[in-house]
């Protein structure tokens, strides 16, 4: 009985060992710029801003409309030949088309320099984008030292209850 329980506690040991694997700082840093919340709606800023972008340098562009209608009216027919009214049941249809174009040619500078703000706008994201990833490495970083720290200080701790040992 107790070989079962020794090699039980074995096998939970090194199942658990197993799945502990050595974090470096690079590793840790990558994760979490990878997994961070921040780090993701900064990037989807950036997609919005190239977005408004493409928008501001496309609307100098022409656009184009176009709209088909049809239509159909059923019921009594009144038609006059030869002086002489008839009336009968038909069917009268219709069909339209349109299409209409338009061509911004001065709008004042409007559009240039809503490409300009648009282009700082990118800029503006992509440097808050490259912050947030340096603020967040920084503090993993600190958080990692930290450990790193507590980790040595737990090591002199453990050497000092050593030597008291020795001393009593």
């Given at each position: 009985m107790k070989s079962y329980i020794f090699l039980l506690s074995f096998a939970l040991i090194g199942?658990?060992?197993?799945?502990q694997t050595k974090w470096s700082l690079r590793k840790c840093i990558d994760y979490a710029v990878e997994n961070n919340i921040e780090i993701?709606?900064?990037?989807?800023?950036?997609?919005?801003?190239?977005?408004?972008?493409?928008?501001?340098?496309?609307?100098?562009?022409?656009?184009?409309?176009?709209?088909?209608?049809?239509s159909f009216n059923f019921g009594q027919v009144i038609t006059m030949e030869s002086n002489e009214a008839r009336s009968g049941s038909g069917v009268m249809g219709s069909t339209?088309?349109?299409?209409?174009?338009?061509?911004?040619?001065?709008?004042?500078?409007?559009?240039?320099?809503?490409?300009?703000?648009?282009?700082?706008?990118?800029?503006?994201?992509?440097?808050?984008?490259?912050?947030?990833?340096?603020?967040?490495?920084?503090?993993?970083?600190?958080?990692?030292?930290?450990?790193?720290?507590?980790?040595?200080?737990?090591?002199?701790y453990s050497e000092q209850v050593e030597l008291s040992k020795l001393q009593v």
């Open positions: 199942m658990s060992s197993y799945g993701k709606q900064q990037e989807l800023q950036v997609k919005s801003s190239e977005i408004d972008l493409s928008t501001s340098k496309n609307s100098r562009l022409p656009n184009l409309n176009g709209s088909a209608r049809q339209l088309f349109g299409l209409s174009s338009n061509t911004p040619l001065f709008t004042g500078f409007k559009i240039t320099h809503q490409i300009k703000r648009d282009e700082l706008n990118l800029k503006a994201a992509t440097e808050n984008l490259n912050k947030a990833k340096d603020d967040l490495s920084l503090n993993v970083t600190s958080l990692y030292l930290e450990a790193l720290f507590k980790k040595e200080i737990l090591k002199v």
